[in-house]
């Protein structure tokens, strides 16, 4: 198995591609393809691809208003492909873009929270983080 992989801000996915990610997902496993579609149709995608094949290996979404907030939701690495660095990589990508500094963040989460952390974000009352400005 591959283990290398890139990453990139896209609109280029393939619904079945993303639904099987998100179908090993507690918060999403029983979204439609409608919804995965409408939800990558108004949404900042980013996705994590292995290098040799193009396969979606990881995904990742932010909704902003592009000024003052954003939410960071659906991120997700195939189970097959963690720990190679494939979340960290998506964040490292996200945190970088220009467009989302100087404005506040925010994300739910049940797991993974300590990468979060990694990127500036803080618990808030449990699930919720927040990441100030």
């Excluded at 979606?56 to 208003?65: P, Y």
């Excluded at 720990?83 to 970088?96: D, F, N, P, T, V």
């Excluded at 618990?123 to 400005?133: A, E, H, N, P, V």
Aim: contains cysteine.
């Amino acid at each position: 198995m591959s283990n290398s992989y890139y990453v990139k801000q896209t609109k280029d996915f393939k619904l079945p591609e993303v639904k099987a990610l998100l179908a090993q997902a507690y918060w999403a496993n029983t979204r439609t393809d409608e919804t995965i579609q409408k939800s990558m149709d108004n949404s900042l995608c980013y996705g994590a691809f292995l290098q040799d094949s193009n396969k979606l290996i990881g995904f990742a979404r932010i909704i902003t208003d592009f000024a003052t907030t954003y939410y960071l939701c659906d991120v997700i690495v195939d189970e097959a492909y963690r720990g190679i660095g494939a979340g960290r990589a998506l964040m490292e990508l996200i945190s970088s873009d220009e467009s989302f500094h100087g404005m506040r963040g925010m994300l739910l989460t049940e797991t993974a929270a300590s990468l979060y952390e990694k990127f500036g974000f803080q618990r808030i009352d449990g699930l919720y983080m927040g990441k100030k400005s």
